[in-house]
């Protein structure tokens, strides 16, 4: 016999209740800091244990990098920078995007409809404590891909601007921040079949017209004046005007920072613990 956890029908917010009250033996839940810690950790641990996340977080962004670095197939105006200073952003980018959106949109809905997200939600963490929990393992698993492709691009050549380090950092936490919050919206509100389809198909447009890979300057006709608002191009335009010459593209960083705002907000109002 098994028994199916459902949150409780009281109208007052999970994440608005004294924690006493739903904590074992009314002694009082940890801290919200530290509630948000154990969960990142745990995200963590089951990303890397799973071997088709590493092959996506880390094995193909590395192959996609070499082949854009080296094959002259893949056309990329470099306006006078090394074609590799100007390839790695784009592929540092992508790696963001990959990780924080399609996977975590993937695993939260089969959580969700498995039921793992109705026992989530008898405890103090919340949703904004989900949605948290989930952005600190989004950040460590993408600390581990920065590592490794940046390591791969030094050997291959890339010689990015020190001046433009926090710069980078900055648009790393705010992609990871809005995409994230934007799986979670799905994973929330869709049922999984549906988030498979939808996450996987706009990891696709994002990746080839949404202006991460290239500079928006090169994609086609209207493209061109789209994606600079897209979080995709934001990001890109972000992680490559940082690296590339040490600047601060403020446009990409707010265009970045005002997706970060609605996704976070919509996964935390909208998303429903329940399939």
Do not use: C, Y
Not at 36 to 50: D, H, I, S, W, Y
């Amino acid at each position: 016999m098994t028994t199916e956890f459902a949150p409780p029908h009281d109208s007052q917010p999970i994440s608005e209740r004294d924690p006493a009250t739903v904590a074992p033996g009314g002694a009082g839940a940890a801290p919200t800091w530290r509630r948000v810690l154990a969960q990142g950790a745990f995200e963590t641990r089951t990303l890397f244990r799973n071997g088709e996340q590493l092959l996506v977080t880390l094995f193909l962004p590395a192959l996609l990098l070499v082949g854009m670095a080296q094959v002259e197939a893949f056309e990329i105006e470099t306006n006078g920078a090394a074609r590799i200073d100007v390839v790695t952003p784009g592929v540092l980018a992508l790696a963001v995007m990959s990780s924080a959106f399609a996977s975590q949109a993937i695993a939260t809905a089969f959580d969700r409809r498995n039921g793992v997200l109705r026992m989530l939600a008898t405890t103090p963490l919340g949703r904004s404590g989900l949605l948290a929990g989930k952005i600190v393992a989004v950040l460590a698993v993408e600390a581990v891909q920065l590592i490794v492709l940046s390591t791969l691009g030094l050997v291959l050549g890339w010689r990015p601007d020190p001046a433009g380090i926090p710069g980078a950092i900055l648009a790393v936490v705010l992609g990871a921040a809005a995409f994230a919050g934007l799986a979670l919206f799905l994973a929330g509100t869709l049922r999984a079949e549906a988030v498979i389809a939808v996450a996987n198909l706009v990891l696709v447009v994002l990746a080839v017209a949404g202006g991460i890979l290239v500079p928006v300057t090169q994609l086609p006709g209207p493209l061109a004046d789209i994606a600079p608002w897209l979080p995709s191009g934001a990001l890109g335009e972000a992680m490559r005007g940082s690296l590339l010459d040490g600047s601060f593209p403020g446009a990409a960083f707010a265009v970045l920072a005002a997706w970060t705002v609605v996704f976070s907000w919509g996964a935390v109002r909208l998303f429903r613990w329940r399939d």
